[in-house]
């Protein structure tokens, strides 16, 4: 609920933060595919950060690695934030 209420505000990204995250379930990862949607439907960007190894592999073993934009910190997340914001 949280995060679809941000995305109804269409920032021009979002950075969702995932260290303290230990389990990730298929109601998760829909959860976050919702998310991605709605962003990309305005040409925002939807960023994930800090995932644990446990996480991360479930990321891998779904491929969905290969659609989020994934980042090893927040800081490196709010880097690629802020620098493709001063692009537009």
Known sequence: ?????????KPPAIIVHLSAVTYMDSSGLATLIEGLQKVKQYNGKFLLAGLRTEVQDVFQLSRLDKVFEIHPSLEDALKTAEKDGSDQ
């Open 1 to 9: 609920t949280a995060l679809l209420k941000v995305t109804d505000q």
